[in-house]
């Protein structure tokens, strides 16, 4: 059987699966930065997040379609594109779902720290979070129970050195983390800063205690909370996690 004839020009179902994954990666780039830059509220940026993972989907069923009636030998164009508009298409789809995933399997918490009996308390950043749903008062033996389920590797660290070069340390492995120290009090102890999310540009504030331990050396605990958002996704305690690393290997 002779080969079909190649036509020249590109199927339709490609052009329109390939412009549905791009559209879906145009929305996706938009959502957080334009919450950041104040262009609409939280809500429209997650919603925004939402349709870019619709129009990602809707992009690699119809470029999977396209790349069939464009497939070598049957006689359309567009089997090239057809493939990149799944490859787009993917990607646009699984990052917010990605996200959406990694939500569902932490608890709905935005409050981290290594000492939940007794947390490192905020007061320089105070005046910052006015107006923060998220309010900076413990939540207590409930939230400590949901972290200790969730992240049970959340501890102090506890290192050989006197308490003042311990800060030293502690302030120097904080900034090299990009936060922005708010405040320090080496008399007291106390590191506050805050760290700025990628994407939506969320503000997180960290404190840092740091003090004697009965033992010997000092005892190094952290707390990273959000200012707004019931849950976090985990950002909190893996932004603990890499900075009580970072200042293990300092020692």
Known sequence: MAEAKQ????????????????????????????????????????????WAAYAGAAGVVVSILGAIVARPGAGRRGFGLAVLGILIGGVVFWMPYAQMRKAGEVPRIHDITTDTTNPPQFVAVLPLRAGSPNSTVYGGAALAAQQEKAYPDIKPLEV??????????????????????????KAAGRIEATDTTFWFGFKDDIVVRVQADPG????????????????????????????????ASAQ
Do not use: C
């Open 216 to 247: 010997g050396g000092s005892r190094i605990d952290v707390r990273s909370e959000s200012r707004i958002g019931r849950s976090d996704i985990g950002t909190n305690a893996r932004r603990i996690r890499k900075y009580l690393a970072a200042l």
């Open 160 to 185: 050989k050195l006197p308490p003042d070069q311990a800060f030293d340390k502690a302030l120097a492995v904080a900034q090299s983390m990009g936060w922005h120290i708010d405040a320090t009090d």
């Open 7 to 50: 036509s020249t020009k590109t199927s339709p179902v490609v052009l329109a699966g390939a412009a549905l994954s791009v559209l879906g990666a145009i929305v996706l780039a938009v959502s957080g930065p334009g919450y950041r830059m104040g262009w609409w509220p939280l809500g429209t940026g997650f919603n925004l997040l939402r």
